[in-house]
Structure formats: structure tokens, C-alpha cells
């Protein structure tokens, strides 16, 4: 069957490619005979979420490898191998074996790898997760024919040059798939930016360029977003992050008093209870109390201490200290909390309640919070866009406030491109992105 015509594949789940639109048949035939584009060194694929970029990426990209060499190693990247396996590879793997590619995975010795055989080819795909700078050590001393990044713009700059800098087989080429982030984005400067100067073909993508999508998904994955996130997700816009961090997804209808609560809500023993803790020694310590039912996501209290505020005589506290408080916070009425979402920094208090076992009637478990700050934003944002969380007005005044004053740091912005929120004030803002990041999975926020 040609890659010209609709691929339907029916593996042990079934799946399913509609027709191609016109960009990503330009991915899946960019680097073959008769294409302007088969000199290119390489192809950047950006824009909007669910475009449909991933799709014919990660299959031009095999059907390249296998039909221009043989016998070589060829890198594919993610964020982690974890993320690279649920986005790409736990679909692609099907896919290639029904259209006849042999597929070995070798999970034994140093170097786990994939085999890929077809028509007496065979080559070597080594796959990568560009965490942290520390990532790059993964792949140094391979050569290779080739590499793919899937969601390049969460990588480290470090890595995704050190892979670059390992294709040195005669035709190797670079493969780039992410969503925009901000203008000054490291990748942007030096690679969208200098596509032309690089010889790389550049495909912006919306989602109107995915055919698989019908008009009421689109308008779902739209009402998620505003502001600075929509204009990345949605528009595939590479803009700068400044201002107030939820001005455009705030409303009042956030607010909840007890009168608007639920009857029973912190009683229902079918709802799940959350602490979330942004732990300071010398900054302010925040716990945020929430119910979730399923839903929703209630904030139901907080307990807020800053040892900074003189005027009012506090002072700072010991690890027992806020333990105790911790113990009198979450009390004995109502359900039991199921985590403590806690900072990873915040060794010390970890080990003091640890130490404690914090039974007050069952087992709490104590867990690190996913504290990536963008993403835990924008997760933030379209929890908020979509009436996904509320906020107790009388019992949250400190994370209604702080809400309302989080705003984005412009001149880290200005310097080196890294968007953070400004460090005044952000405490009760950290502590319940904490619990979204950490709790709420992408389907969810999606449904």
C-alpha cells in the first residue's frame, strides 16, 4: 500500500489513520526522489496541539531510515524514554509490523535498543529521553545516520546538540517536532530561526491540519486554553509570556463559599482528599486542603505561616513544629487525605513526618510533587478556563490573593528566555500547582 493512500491498521488494539492532509504528506515524501527538499539536512514540524504532527514524523522517519541505509544507528528522542514510549512508540511499533517491518525490541545488556528489519535492511534505533543537562552524557560516543526529537522544545539545548553532533554517517538528517513556547526559546533562536540558513524544511502546523479531527474536538481542546497558552496550543504561536499568570482564565465563579458547597463534600468517602506543601524555612510554609471528587477539584483550606512577617510577631518554625501543625490541619473529622504532595526540596520536613508516620486514623503517603513550573501552569490555567477547581472565598483568602498577584518574571524572560513567575508572594500558587501537576492526568484535564 503507498503512504499516498489511507493506512488502516488493525493491531492487538485497533488503529486507525484517516486520509493525510497535504503537510503531512509533505513529511511523509520530503526526503524522497523528485522532492525539492531531498538535499535538506533536515525538517522542524511545530505549531498547535493535536495537528497532527507526531503521526507522520515518527513514520517518515523509519520509512526514511530503512529505505536509505542499512546496517547503521539511528537516535529517537522524548522528554523521557517514558514519554517517548506512551506518545510514539506505543503505537508505532504496530504500525510498522503491519506494514511488514520486523521489530525486535532488545531490552538485555548496556545498550538497550530496537531492531527494525525489512527487505533484508537492518538497522539500529536507540531511543533517548532528554531530561535535564545531565541527559546528554546518555548519548555521547554513538554515531549516527540520523535522529528524531518528539517534543524538542522541552529538551535542554545540551542534549539536542550533542545528538545532533553524533549524525556524522554520510545523508544523516535531523528531525524536530515540538509545540511553540516562548520567542526567545532557545530552539527558536538557533533552529526555527535559521531554518533556511540550516537547510531545514520548516512545516507550521494548526489543527485544521489533522484530519483525523472533527469539528467538536477542536472546539473542546480550544475552551481549554486562553491567553499565552492558547495562543502557543491552539494558534501554534511562539509568544512571549508576560503579565498577570491567570488574568485571562480567573473569574469570580471560581469562588465557593459553604453555603455553595456540596453537602457532605468533605465527608464522602467516594471523594479522594489532597494536602498539598510548599515547605520554607526561610520563606512562607503552605498547606492547601482539597477534596476531589472526580470533577472537581475543591480548596477547601489552607494554613499559611511566612516567619518574615515581623509585624505580626511570627517567627520560624522547626521541622516539628510545622509537623504538629500539619497534624492539627489535617484533624480527624472528614476523610483521610490520601497524599501529602510536598515539595522535593523539602527534605528535612519529609523525614520529620515520615519519622512521625502521620497515622492519624489511616496511612497518608508522602509523596514528591511534579513541580515543572510551565506546564503546571498552563495545566493550572485550563483547570480554571474549565471550572475544573474551586476555591473556598472565606477559608483560601491567602491563595485568592496570591492567585491574583502571580505574575510572569519578564526579565528573566528578557535575558535568557526561561519563563518562571516572579519569587514575591508565590507560595500558595506553588503548593496548588503542585497537587494539579502531580494528580490530574492530560485525559482528564482533556474529558
Not at 177 to 202: I, S, T, Y
Not at 265 to 276: A, D, K, M, V, W
Not at 301 to 323: C, I, M, P, V
Not at 363 to 383: F, K, L, P, Q, Y
Amino acid at each position: 500500500m503507498s503512504i499516498m493512500q489511507r493506512i488502516r491498521v488493525k493491531a492487538k488494539a485497533a488503529i486507525q489513520f484517516v486520509s493525510f492532509s497535504l503537510k503531512q504528506l509533505m513529511i511523509l515524501t520530503w526526503w524522497m526522489a523528485g522532492s525539492p527538499y531531498k538535499s535538506y539536512s533536515g525538517i522542524i514540524a511545530d505549531g498547535a496541539i493535536r495537528a497532527g504532527k507526531t503521526v507522520p514524523m515518527a513514520l517518515s522517519f523509519v520509512f526514511w531510515a530503512m529505505r536509505e541505509f542499512d546496517g547503521q544507528n539511528f537516535g529517537m528522542c522524548g522528554k523521557s524514554i517514558g514519554s517517548f514510549h506512551r506518545n510514539v512508540w506505543s503505537w508505532l511499533r504496530p504500525a510498522l509490523r503491519a506494514r511488514g517491518y520486523t521489530v525486535q525490541e532488545v531490552r538485555t545488556g548496556p545498550e538497550k535498543h530496537i531492531v527494525i528489519q525489512r527487505k533484508g535492511r537492518v538497522n539500529y534505533f536507540y531511543i533517548f529521553g532528554g531530561k535535564d543537562e545531565r541527559s546528554q552524557d546518555l548519548i555521547q560516543g554513538i554515531t549516527l545516520a540520523g535522529i528524531y526529537f518528539d517534543e524538542v522544545a522541552l529538551m535542554p539545548e545540551s542534549f539536542v546538540n550533542q545528538g545532533t553532533g553524533r549524525c556524522s554517517v554520510t545523508g544523516a538528517k535531523f528531525w524536530f517536532n515540538c509545540n511553540p513556547d516562548g520567542p526567545m526559546h532557545w530552539f527558536k533562536v538557533q533552529w526555527l530561526d535559521k531554518a533556511q540558513e540550516k537547510r531545514l524544511l520548516h512545516l507550521h502546523f494548526i489543527m485544521d491540519d489533522n484530519p483525523s479531527l472533527d469539528e467538536e474536538t477542536k472546539t473542546r481542546y480550544k475552551s481549554m486554553y486562553t491567553g499565552v497558552f492558547f495562543q502557543r496550543f491552539i494558534l501554534g504561536l511562539w509568544v512571549v509570556a508576560q503579565g498577570a499568570i491567570y488574568r485571562d482564565c480567573w473569574s469570580d465563579e471560581l469562588l465557593f463559599t459553604d453555603e455553595d458547597m456540596e453537602p457532605g463534600l468533605t465527608n464522602n468517602p467516594s471523594y479522594r482528599r489532597y494536602i498539598g506543601v510548599d515547605y520554607g524555612t526561610a520563606n512562607a510554609t503552605v498547606y492547601l486542603d482539597v477534596i476531589d471528587d472526580g470533577k472537581i477539584l475543591w480548596f477547601v483550606n489552607e494554613y499559611y505561616w511566612d516567619s518574615r512577617d515581623e509585624k505580626n510577631g511570627l517567627k520560624q518554625k522547626t521541622d516539628g513544629q510545622y509537623a504538629d501543625d500539619m497534624e492539627t490541619f489535617i484533624g480527624t473529622d472528614g476523610i483521610a487525605p490520601s497524599f501529602l504532595i510536598i515539595d522535593p526540596s523539602a527534605a528535612s520536613f519529609k523525614a520529620e513526618l515520615r519519622r512521625r508516620s502521620l497515622r492519624v486514623r489511616e496511612t497518608e503517603e508522602i509523596i514528591n510533587a511534579d513541580h515543572v513550573v510551565v506546564d503546571g501552569i498552563r495545566m493550572m490555567s485550563s483547570m480554571m478556563v474549565q471550572r475544573k477547581m474551586r476555591i473556598h472565598k472565606e477559608k483560601c483568602p491567602v491563595l485568592v490573593k496570591q492567585l491574583l498577584s502571580y505574575v510572569w518574571d519578564e526579565k528573566a524572560i528578557a535575558n535568557g528566555g526561561k519563563e518562571k513567575p516572579v519569587k514575591v508572594e508565590d507560595h500558595a500558587p506553588d503548593a496548588a500547582r503542585y497537587i494539579v501537576k502531580t494528580m490530574i492526568t492530560s485525559r482528564r484535564l482533556a474529558a
